[in-house]
């Protein structure tokens, strides 16, 4: 699908700046000044202007009134499709259990499942959000420990 697609090496920075400072939904979300963007690239604005257009008529980004959106052709171009998982294991308190399920059941964007085994939980999250995701976890009161893992890439 990404086949055929030719990037300069600033589309291809452009797009990793997006990917790193969007919000996962269906596609990354990214709000932020096209004046800032220019700087952080290191480009004018009229190049920057260039460089989206471009993408935009490539089909992987779609921009408005002050946002730029990656489309999921962009997250397969940049390797970030759908196997794109982190992994939490976690193992809890035993006598706080009821607490951490609840406290976890309110964190948005994540599927979470109690297992069998020397853990108690794992919870599947968007890589991009891997970091805030276990913050959270490790602040309920009853977490003992946490493990964490990265799909790499699909086997089957």
Do not use: C, W
Request: no cysteine.
């Amino acid at each position: 699908m990404t086949e055929g697609i030719k990037l300069t090496s600033k589309q291809l920075e452009l797009l990793k700046i997006l990917y790193n400072e969007g919000k996962p939904m269906e596609i990354y979300s990214v709000e932020k000044s096209q004046e800032r963007l220019a700087k952080e690239l290191k480009v004018t604005r009229q190049a920057l202007s260039f460089h989206l257009k471009t993408l935009r008529e490539m089909g992987l980004i779609r921009t408005g009134r002050g946002f730029i959106d990656l489309t999921k052709k962009a997250l397969e171009v940049l390797g970030n499709g759908k196997d794109n998982k982190a992994y939490i294991f976690v193992k809890i308190d035993p006598t706080k259990r009821k607490h951490v399920y609840e406290k976890i059941k309110m964190i948005e964007g994540i599927k979470a499942y109690r297992v069998t085994g020397n853990i108690d939980m794992v919870i599947e999250v968007e890589r991009a959000r891997f970091e805030e995701v276990l913050d959270k976890i490790s602040s309920i009161e009853g977490v003992r420990e946490t493990i964490s893992h990265f799909v790499i890439e699909p086997v089957a």
